[in-house]
T-cell receptor
């Protein structure tokens, strides 16, 4: 059973370009979470998605960032017109979710975005 | 709003010594609490979690943590440090019913001296 797969592992973009980060959840998981880790900091929640639905995007910057989790295929975090401050490690986690309980979220290895 | 505070961004211990990593939280409802470990250039691996069952939680690699409601703490301990324990450790909290939307502390880097 493969874990959470993120690609690419490393991504270099010039200022103003678009970055697309992909996350394939574990088999059987229908909930995906994106987190951002800035250098020397902890992880900050960005967005929580179910298949075809955004459940909570309270941690997403208002501009340039978007996320989707289509019925088929991986979840995508898109950053338009990247700036140097977007350089960070972006982690995806997935879980099943049973009403009334919390289940473990499994994390991918992250995509390290460098904006030059 | 929830928050997590990890006292000490860097902790250094000798091999074989006690490991104590501190975590305090604030939450308006009984929380679920987690400790994750991150090795360099890797993702996060769950060490242990508290979900309102036993207050002393045992995890992987010999780690354990105790939930103390009166102190709003969830400190991580290990009786004897191993060189392989050197990593970054994150405490996290989640509200019941909030799925797995986690609020993380700033992390503690554990260094183990030979």
């Amino acid at each position: 059973n493969a874990g959470v797969m993120q690609n690419p592992r490393h991504l270099v973009r010039r200022r103003g370009q678009e970055a697309r980060l992909r996350c394939s959840p574990m088999k059987g998981h229908s909930h995906v979470y994106w987190y951002r880790q800035l250098p020397e900091e902890g992880l900050k929640f960005m967005v929580y998605l179910q298949k075809e639905n955004i459940i909570d995007e309270s941690g997403m910057p208002k501009e340039r960032f978007s996320a989707e989790f289509p019925k088929e295929g991986p979840s995508i975090l898109r950053i338009q017109q990247v700036v140097r401050g977007d350089s960070a490690a972006y982690f995806c986690a997935s879980s099943t979710f049973m009403t009334g309980s919390n289940t473990e979220a499994f994390f991918g290895q992250g995509t390290r975005l460098t904006v030059v | 709003a929830q928050s997590v505070t990890q006292l000490g961004s860097h902790v250094s211990v000798s091999e074989g010594a006690l490991v104590l990593l501190r975590c305090n939280y604030s939450s308006s409802v009984p929380p679920y609490l987690f400790w994750y470990v991150q090795y360099p250039n890797q993702g996060l691996q769950l060490l242990l979690k508290y979900t309102s069952a036993a207050t002393l939680v045992k995890g992987i690699n010999g780690f354990e943590a105790e939930f103390k409601k009166s102190e709003t703490s969830f400190h991580l301990t290990k009786p004897s440090a191993h060189m392989s324990d050197a990593a970054e450790y994150f405490c996290a909290v989640s509200d019941q019913g909030a799925g797995n939307m986690l609020t993380f502390g700033g992390g503690t880097r554990l260094m183990v001296k030979p």
